[in-house]
């Protein structure tokens, strides 16, 4: 049996604030990994402070000689943002653990007896990447036989998932003007619901938790010229009489067997045929046409054309899209500091990611938007639309927007004009509006 520590890191979280906000948190942790007496791996993660004491355990994971995964248990100590940040995959909190379990682990590998000439066997390496948290294939190039690993899905190392929290101007948040809030998060699939039909957008458990958290955010002042238009799709539909008729055979055919769909066929050709003067004379002409292939047989030996009973109908709901522009004028190096942090975040966070194979192009981060009364640790604003979450679309930046160009001394532009269009990424239903007895504009 052997045991080894990582070197202490850092990570960061996202934690619950006030009114719902979301606050970085960074803490220090380290990582144990000990070979079992069975030739299972154990990891054992603890947070520390900044010397690297003060030991307090937030997981433990172990893993079989087989490379199964025989234990995963997050304790009680962890905070909620820990907890989130244990089951991404992608999270700065999961990469740290998986370099300090390699790390640790390497030092405890070299010293089993399952070591060939100071260098890892296969077994070795596959199992202590499961222990980290892979898949098993990413400690080496290979799945463990020598042919390629298929791609896993996850995404490509750079791969950026933890962004700042900024602002414009830096004092906003002293001020108690109305601001926007715009939370970036990374993408959630709807799925298909088990439930219910359709999809499954409106679980709370996935896209729509409450506990989901966010990976940066821009606070900034609302702009001018802001506005929503919910729309829903209309369009005329038409049911002439021998429509009708062959809908009644279908629906009957269906519903009440083949024999009375037949029967109801009949029924209707019965009353050609009883029919007296125009009427029967140009359901007759009718189907008359439909048989020869003749176009127009009724309007050319009668002049008439049966009523189309022309209705609009519903066809579907349509998604909102949404447009703003913001002019930012920094008054100080730091602040063009935080302006050139905003104008990266979204240029970033709606950037397509990559597979660590190139095989598949994971979707973008994705967005929420929020109009906050009073500042950004305010109320939603009950004057203004709320939204649900929204994809960037496009993103422009004008670096001239005075119409000359000119920097500071640094080199920085003395002002910028970013222009975005979001959409929502699920239409507005009926029962999304707060059941709040209208005291809202709602979405």
Avoid at 410 to 421: N, R
Wanted: proline share 4%; hydrophobic share 30%; aromatic share 8%.
């Amino acid at each position: 049996m052997a045991s080894a520590t990582s070197k202490r890191q850092s990570a960061k979280t996202q934690e619950s604030g006030a009114f719902g906000s979301k606050r970085e948190v960074q803490r220090y942790y380290v990582t144990d990994v000990t070979t079992l007496g069975d030739g299972s791996i154990m990891r054992e993660t603890y947070r520390t402070d900044e010397k690297g004491n003060n030991k307090q355990k937030i997981q433990e994971v172990r893993v079989d000689k087989d490379g199964k995964q025989t234990k995963n248990e997050v304790t009680s100590i962890a905070s909620s943002g820990e907890k989130t940040a244990l089951k991404d995959p992608n999270s700065q909190l999961r990469q740290t653990i998986k370099k300090q379990t390699k790390d640790a682990g390497d030092v405890v590998q070299k010293n089993e007896a399952d070591a060939a000439n100071g260098e890892l066997t296969d077994v070795g390496k596959k199992n202590q990447n499961i222990l980290g948290g892979g898949s098993g294939n990413d400690a080496s190039n290979d799945g463990g036989d020598g042919k390629p690993a298929l791609d896993s899905g996850a995404a490509v190392s750079g791969t950026r998932d933890q962004f700042p929290n900024c602002r414009y101007p830096l004092d906003i948040g002293q001020l108690t003007m109305d601001v926007i809030k715009i939370d970036m998060f990374k993408y959630i699939p709807s799925g298909f619901s088990k439930k219910k039909f359709g999809a499954n957008s409106s679980d709370t458990s996935g896209r729509n938790s409450p506990d989901r958290s966010s990976i940066g955010s821009v606070v900034l002042p609302i702009p001018g010229g802001i506005s929503d238009q919910n729309k829903c799709d209309w369009g005329s539909s038409s049911a002439t009489a021998l429509d009708i008729a062959k809908a009644n055979f279908a629906t009957s055919a269906i519903f009440e067997g083949l024999q009375k769909g037949v029967k109801t066929g009949l029924d209707d050709v019965k009353k050609v045929f009883e029919s007296q003067g125009a009427a029967g004379q140009a359901i007759g002409m009718a189907i008359a046409g439909q048989v020869s292939g003749v176009d127009g047989l009724l309007q050319r030996t009668t002049g008439n054309i049966f009523n189309p009973n022309m209705e609009l109908l519903f066809k579907g709901p349509a998604l909102r899209p949404f447009s703003f522009k913001f002019k930012l004028t920094p008054r100080s190096a730091e602040e063009s500091r935080e302006v050139i942090k905003i104008i990266r975040f979204f240029k970033q966070g709606m950037a397509p990611i990559r597979s660590e194979a190139n095989l598949f192009l994971k979707s973008p981060h994705t967005f929420r938007l929020a109009y906050l009364h009073r500042g950004e640790n305010g109320e939603l604003h009950r004057g203004l639309n709320m939204f649900k979450e929204v994809a960037l679309q496009g993103f422009g930046v004008n670096y001239t927007p005075n119409g000359n160009y000119a920097t500071y001394s640094d080199g920085i532009p003395v002002a910028y004009e970013m222009s975005m269009t979001f959409t929502e990424l699920e239409p507005i239903f009926n029962d999304d509006y707060p059941n709040d007895n209208d005291a809202s504009i709602g979405f």
